[in-house]
């Protein structure tokens, strides 16, 4: 028999929420034939991940996955034998009364927030006493082997270098999002939160020799993009040209095309978690905008990430990798770092596609949890 997997998520906001726990249930349902039931409590953004979804709908199948409206009148229902609760999300009180009453309790994790800071080691799959007399387990994605690893699905990579080399294919796809990609230039894509160091990129771009064509899904970053155009509306297929910048804004995809467009760029700027660990499997060069916390923890998190990452870099390539990524979180003027950087491309490039091949040499996050699962029982 299957085992059942129910996965409780509560969009906070943005795509993060229901953008990894619609990965992780995929995954869990495709690859390790699990029944997974994903509890949402907003649908409309996963009509944006998932096209095809009703935002209205109390329960719709999609990729062998129930997703079921996580409504506030909440129905009894039974328990799963595996109960996740993403983000410290707090589960539906009934059916968190009846976890303990079942014939074999449910194994209970937390799936928590990706980080690289070293501490996550220590704390990943440790137990921790609920009220309802269940154990709850902090599980941690991350980095390091010794944590929960990082969401990715069989053959990811080898589809990835597949399509790279694929010139065809590469055309084929942007052509299916309106792309015609400008000679010689360099494909970035933008993925990010308000940035006031946009502007002076975009200034730097535009002077530059080498031509870019800057790819923009439609999202948050987009008004400062119309600022520094000087235009009043901005939308997906609106293209604008300042002297060697295209500046192009795409529709937002569902994540497997986003996947392709990442592994289209040249550089890619992401933000988040999900965006982020996709850039890293694209295996180019990448520049993440980080969550801002309140208590500024966020600096903690983005230097623990560099710290592993730019290992093996030479020194003068990993001061410009990380002065542009500290800029680009401060808001600060990206254009001087970004020139710095350029002197290191190659290495910087080849380096992206080590990171990604030594992370990938790890269990994914999937596995690890079937596996801990498995082990439990
Ligand atoms: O949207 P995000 O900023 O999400 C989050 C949330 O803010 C969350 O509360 C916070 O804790 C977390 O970040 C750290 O960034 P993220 O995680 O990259 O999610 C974006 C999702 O959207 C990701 O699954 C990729 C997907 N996506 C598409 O599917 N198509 C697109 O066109 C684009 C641009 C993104």
Redesign the pocket.
């Known amino acids: 028999m299957k085992a059942t997997w129910d996965i409780f998520c509560s969009v906070?906001?943005?795509?993060?929420?229901i953008?990894v726990t619609w990965?992780l249930a995929r995954q869990l349902a495709a690859e390790h034939s699990c029944a997974v039931r994903l509890w949402v409590d907003d649908l409309q953004p996963f009509t944006r991940?998932c096209p095809g979804a009703d935002a209205t709908a109390a329960q719709q199948w999609h990729d062998g996955v129930s997703v079921c409206h996580w409504s506030k009148d909440w129905q009894p229902t039974e328990v799963a034998d595996v109960v996740i609760e993403a983000f410290a999300c707090r589960l539906p009180p009934a059916y968190f009364d009846a976890m303990p009453k079942r014939s074999l309790p449910p194994l209970w994790l937390n799936l928590e927030?990706l980080s690289a800071e070293q501490w996550v080691s220590g704390c990943h799959a440790l137990p921790s006493p609920q009220p309802n007399g269940l154990r709850k387990i902090f599980f941690f994605p991350g980095f390091r082997p010794d944590t929960g690893g990082l969401l990715r699905e069989a053959g990811l990579l080898d589809r990835r270098h597949a399509f790279q080399q694929d010139i065809g294919a590469q055309r084929a796809f942007l052509q299916g999002l309106g792309v015609e990609p400008v000679e010689n230039a360099r494909l970035i894509s933008l993925?990010a939160y308000e940035n006031a160091g946009l502007a002076n990129w975009l200034e730097v771009l535009a002077q530059d020799p080498r031509p870019t064509h800057l790819l923009v899904?439609e999202?948050r970053i987009l008004s400062d993009v119309q600022r520094w155009l000087e235009v009043d509306e901005l939308r997906a297929g609106a293209v604008q040209r300042r002297g060697a910048l295209t500046v192009q804004i795409l529709p937002?995809?569902?994540?497997d095309d986003?996947d392709r467009l990442l592994w289209s760029c040249d550089f890619n700027a992401?933000?988040?978690?999900?965006?982020?660990v996709?850039a890293q499997w694209a295996g180019r060069p990448l520049l993440w905008h980080i969550?801002q916390q309140d208590d500024d923890a966020h600096w903690l998190k983005l230097d623990a990430f560099l710290e592993m990452y730019l290992k093996g870099l030479s020194p003068a390539a990993s001061e410009a990798l990380r002065n542009l990524w500290r800029a680009w979180n401060s808001g600060n003027e990206m254009g001087q770092r970004w020139s710095e950087l350029q002197l290191h491309w190659p290495q910087v490039t080849k380096h992206a596609e080590h990171w990604c091949l030594e992370q990938a040499s790890q269990a994914d996050l999937a596995a690890a949890l079937v596996l801990f699962y498995l082990n439990w029982l």
């Open positions: 906070v906001d943005n795509y993060g929420d953008g990965r991940l927030y993925f899904p999202g937002f995809v569902r994540q986003y992401v933000r988040g978690e999900d965006s982020f996709r969550y």
